[in-house]
Every structure is written in structure tokens, then in C-alpha cells.
């Protein structure tokens, strides 16, 4: 199919994965934003991101905690794992 997935930069799937441990606490309310291109195949009803979105940590009022970008290609799985997506 071709379709092209980011794998971004390591250091930036390392930052993401920390922030995420940093910010999403059990019983918080942290906010988790995934900034998909317009062009995104997710968008149009796909199953597969093939941007290389920018995800943001909010907290419970909108304040930037973490934003991370170039950390590749959005997966479903990535929180799964955290289990804290909304
Ligand atoms: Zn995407």
C-alpha cells in the first residue's frame, strides 16, 4: 500500500514517554492532544496516522506541560499502554 509512517527522532519518542510518565498521574487531569496534519489519513477515517502529528500535555486548566514534536507517527498502542487516553 505504501502508505508512509513516521518514526520521527529517538530523543523525541524518549521525551514523549518521559513526559508522559511526569505529567500522566493516576487520578490526574492531564489533557493529551495529538496535532495531526491536515492530510492525515486518521483524520479522513483511516486507521493509520501517516503524519508525524505534535502531541501536547495540558493540565486540567489548558496549560502547556509538555509538547513534543517529531516523536513519529501516532499509534493507538502508545496509550494503551499509559491507559490514560481520553
Ligand atoms: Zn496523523
Avoid at 4 to 11: D, I, L, M, Q
Avoid at 27 to 43: A, P, R, S, Y
Wanted: hydrophobic letters at 35%; one cysteine or more.
Amino acid at each position: 500500500m505504501g502508505t508512509e509512517v513516521f518514526k520521527g527522532s529517538r530523543k523525541s519518542r524518549r521525551a514523549w514517554v518521559a513526559a508522559q510518565k511526569k505529567y500522566m498521574r493516576p487520578g490526574g487531569l492531564t489533557h493529551l492532544q495529538v496535532k495531526h496534519d491536515d492530510f492525515c489519513e486518521l483524520l479522513a477515517g483511516g486507521y493509520l496516522c501517516n503524519c508525524n502529528p505534535i502531541r501536547v500535555l495540558k493540565d486540567d486548566v489548558g496549560r502547556i506541560l509538555a509538547l513534543v514534536e517529531n516523536a513519529g507517527s501516532y499509534s493507538p498502542l502508545e496509550f494503551l499502554r499509559s491507559g490514560q487516553h481520553d
